[in-house]
């Protein structure tokens, strides 16, 4: 019985888009072959010029920005090889700057006595190398808050006088690189009615003479007394 040649219908590039510091892969499809199970040789080019070797894989120590990248496919199924499939050329793009990192401090607050302070980490280049700036931006509520001051760097506070129960503070970092690309982080904390605490009264509780707080009884029931009050059961 006469071995049957092993055919593919395409080849594709992943990721896409691909950057300078990102890998790229091989992917055939459309293995056909009755006989035998699959089986690939690989050639790489990067603006036409042959780079790496016989794998599935092109690190990305092979390329740089704005390059072109094919990968020519030939089935083999240990015997014969079938007809060579080439991608289609995947252009090396400009990565965008890495993402911040958020971070609003109080998170629980007092009102009328705490700030809010919004600090990031990022890095100060892109993965091509751009130099990155950044800048911080509040939202009230969804909705755009243009009264932030300034404590460590530009916009990074909420003064006190500006807090009240209930709202919900955003701080949004954007990353910019050189080349207009960007990336956004943020963080968020909704101010809630402080957290109260009383001196157990109650002699043959397991907690008498000690501070107790409902933040120590989360989804349990417990029973708090006032003075001469009735139960209010939470």
Known sequence: IANTPPRIAAVQLE?????????VSAVPVGWNDPDDPPGYRFAWTVGGVAVGGDSAVLESHHFSLGASVQVTVTPDDGIALGLPRTSTPLIISDAPPAQPVVQIQPQEVNVGLDDLLCSYS?????????SVSHSIAWLLDGNPFLASSTNLEPDDTIASTHLGIGQEWTCEVTASDTQQLTAIGQDAVVIRVPWFSLTDVNG????????VTPRDYLG???AWYFGDASATVS
């Open 220 to 222: 349990q029931v417990s």
């Open 15 to 23: 990721p896409d888009p691909a950057y300078t510091h990102t890998d």
């Open 204 to 211: 043959s509780s397991f907690s008498a003479g000690q501070q």
């Open 122 to 130: 990022a890095a100060t280049l892109d993965p091509d190398g751009h």
